[in-house]
Structure formats: structure tokens, C-alpha cells
Nanobody
Framework: QVQLVESGGGLVQAGGSLRLSCATS????????MGWFRQAPGKEREFVTT????????AYADSVKGRFTISRDNTRNTVYLQMDNLKPEDTAIYYC?????????????????WGQGTQVTVSS
């Protein structure tokens, strides 16, 4: 059974930092690309960032470029999202997802498995 479990969300002031983690089980993690998406209240889910199977290809949404960093540890089957200089508009539920192709895709349709999400709230 495939499981993706996000953690690390919370309430932070604008300008602060959070580090999200997504621990996976039940899949060959080192073969999968991993992505982070988010959904703000009343909005559609959107792409945030992705990393390919080996960690050497990444992509970021323009809105987070230079502030967020994705990384992965294939020995721990875990992907991370370091979020710095957070803004109120970053407030959302953050989801991690796994793509069996291994490529760093920005498209939600590419991802087969999803976590339940973790809430990030940034106060002004």
C-alpha cells in the first residue's frame, strides 16, 4: 500500500520559514519524481515545485522561485520543501505527490499518488 504523509505545516509570520517533509512507503521511491502542490481556499490546486528521481533536475513555480527549495533523501524515502521568506499568499494546504515516470513534471496529471496534505498559514 502506497502512503505519502506530509508533516511540518503550521502557523508562521510573514518573512518566516517552514520545512515540510513527505515520508513515503510502499513505492520504489528512488525511481519516482516527487512534487509539491498547494491549494488555497477557494482556488484550484497549483504546482509549486518538483524534483526528478535523482534529485538533479528541479522546477519551481515563478511565485516561489528563490524562496522555496525542494530536496530529497532517497535513503529515507522522503522529500522536503524548505520555505523561506513566506508570504500571506503562500497560505494553503500543501500536498506532496509521486510520479512514476521519474521526470520532474509540473503537470498534476503526471502524479499517481498523493498525500493528504498539511496546512500552512502565513500571517501578515
Amino acid at each position: 500500500q502506497v502512503q505519502l504523509v506530509e508533516s511540518g505545516g503550521g502557523l508562521v509570520q510573514a518573512g518566516g520559514s517552514l520545512r515540510l517533509s513527505c515520508a513515503t512507503s510502499g513505492l520504489p521511491f528512488s525511481r519516482f519524481a516527487m512534487g509539491w502542490f498547494r491549494q488555497a481556499p477557494g482556488k484550484e490546486r497549483e504546482f509549486v515545485t518538483t524534483v526528478n528521481w535523482g534529485g538533479f533536475n528541479t522546477a519551481y513555480a515563478d511565485s516561489v522561485k528563490g524562496r522555496f527549495t525542494i530536496s530529497r533523501d532517497n535513503t529515507r524515502n522522503t522529500v522536503y520543501l524548505q520555505m523561506d521568506n513566506l508570504k500571506p499568499e503562500d497560505t494553503a494546504i500543501y500536498y506532496c505527490a509521486a510520479d512514476r515516470s521519474g521526470a520532474a513534471s509540473t503537470a498534476m496529471a503526471a502524479y499517481s499518488y498523493w498525500g493528504q496534505g498539511t496546512q500552512v498559514t502565513v500571517s501578515s
